[in-house]
Every structure is written in C-alpha cells, then in structure tokens.
C-alpha cells in the first residue's frame, strides 16, 4: 500500500486478556516507530527499530508489552493481560533510513478494555 | 532532559487571525524539530521541520521560528483558517543512530469562521 497500514482499526478486549496490534509499513522504510495516544494527550514513545539494530525499548511501560518486527518489514505490538489503562490508540510510524527523516504514521488502532 | 515541553494546550482563534504555538526543550543534543497536524481519526502527518542551524523557516502560511540560545521553537500560522483545526503536536530528535521523536503534548487549535 501507499502508508502505513495498522490492523485492527478498532480492538474492544476484555480485561486480562492478550492482545496483538499489527503495523505494516511503507515498503522500504527500515525505521519503524510504535507510539501510545491516551485520551487528549500527547504521543508516548513505545519502542523504535531500525534496520538489524537492537531495537530501542526503553519507552515500553511494563513487562506486559512487547514488540517484534519480522524480516525487518511488519510489525506486531502485543499486550499481555490488558488493563483498563491499556485503553488508548496506538499509533505506528515508519521512516526511511537514515536521521532526520520524515516519519509517516499509520490511522491507529484504538483499543478499549472493558 | 528527553522532555519536550508545548503550549498552550489548547487554543482558540478568530479566522484570519495568527495562532501561535510554543514548544521547549532541554536536551541541547536535540537537531530535528518538526511539527506535526492530526485531524481526529487520523495519524499525525508532518507539517513542517527546522534544523538549529536556521532561525526560521516558512512554508506557506506556515512558520517556524527557532531560538537555539533559549532552546525554545514555535510554530506560527498566519491567516488562520477553519480547516486548520486540529491537534498540533511539536517533537524533537537526536542525530545519530537512534531517529526516535520526542513528542510535545500537543495543541488542540480551533480556528472560528
């Protein structure tokens, strides 16, 4: 596709339960970024990969989240045992490689735990 | 010292008029500081970016205004419009191997017809 495609758009899970988001992005991008938007709030920075590199998880906020981009192309989020302050949309971006570049994002997906 | 620190929250202007949005930060490793517009529903998109080595840039109605000195940037737009409402959110990045933004909290812009 032409962006970043996130799936699901929309996630309802209830709580305790494991959820996985997906992120595939802009074909040839080797900079991936996942972000966490609560409720009016600004963008929480989740976890960076870049090319082979180890990725940068220093902004994921516990145990229960973690990250895997498979053959440095899509990329999936998982939330184990969701709480209800999970509750936000989670945005995924990519780059080209390289400083400075522009960071494309994806629509989000928005997920509520009940 | 990772904090990128915007105001205001919110802000609330006439059309034709200026809005004005102000962001700081500490980190003075910090070269990359673009700003980015979200409509509701949507991702952020890129807006406009400064580098430190310039004090201004503009494109079009819009503008940055950077002060290395006082390690602050602020984003300008003239003859605001209504469809310039929306969520402005300024960020920072280090060079080098890690290109991770650092995002304001954003600013909530509603432009009056």
């Known amino acids: 596709g032409a962006g970043v495609s996130q799936s699901p758009s929309n996630k309802v899970t209830e709580k305790g339960k494991d959820v996985e988001l997906r992120c595939d992005p802009i074909?040839?991008?080797?900079?991936l970024y996942w972000y966490r938007q609560s409720l009016g709030q600004g963008l929480e920075f989740l976890i960076y990969?870049?090319?082979?590199?180890?990725?940068?998880k220093s902004g994921l906020p516990s145990d229960r989240f973690s990250a895997e981009r498979t053959g440095g192309s899509v990329s999936t989020l998982t939330i184990q045992r969701t709480q209800q302050e999970d509750s936000a949309v989670y945005l995924c971006?990519?780059?080209?490689?390289?400083?400075?570049?522009?960071?494309?994002f994806g629509q989000g997906t928005r997920l509520t735990v009940v | 010292q990772q904090q990128v620190k915007q105001s205001p929250q919110s802000l609330i202007v006439q059309k034709g008029g200026i809005s004005i949005i102000n962001c700081a930060y500490e980190?003075?490793?910090?070269?990359?500081f673009p700003w980015y517009q979200q409509f509701p529903g949507k991702g952020p998109a890129l807006l406009i970016a400064?580098?430190?080595?310039?004090s201004e840039k503009k494109e079009g109605r819009f503008t940055i205004s950077f002060n290395k000195s006082a390690k602050q940037f602020s984003l300008h737009i003239m003859d605001s419009q209504p469809g310039d409402s929306a969520t402005y959110f300024c960020?920072?990045?280090?060079?080098?191997?890690?290109?991770?933004?650092?995002f304001g909290t954003g600013t909530l812009l509603a432009v009056q017809p």
């Open positions: 971006a990519s780059s080209l490689q390289g400083v400075n570049t522009e960071a494309f």
């Open positions: 074909s040839g991008h080797t900079a």
């Open positions: 990969f870049q090319g082979n590199s180890a990725p940068d």
């Open positions: 980190n003075t490793a910090f070269d990359y």
């Open positions: 400064i580098r430190p080595d310039v």
């Open positions: 960020a920072a990045s280090i060079r080098g191997a890690t290109n991770k933004l650092i």
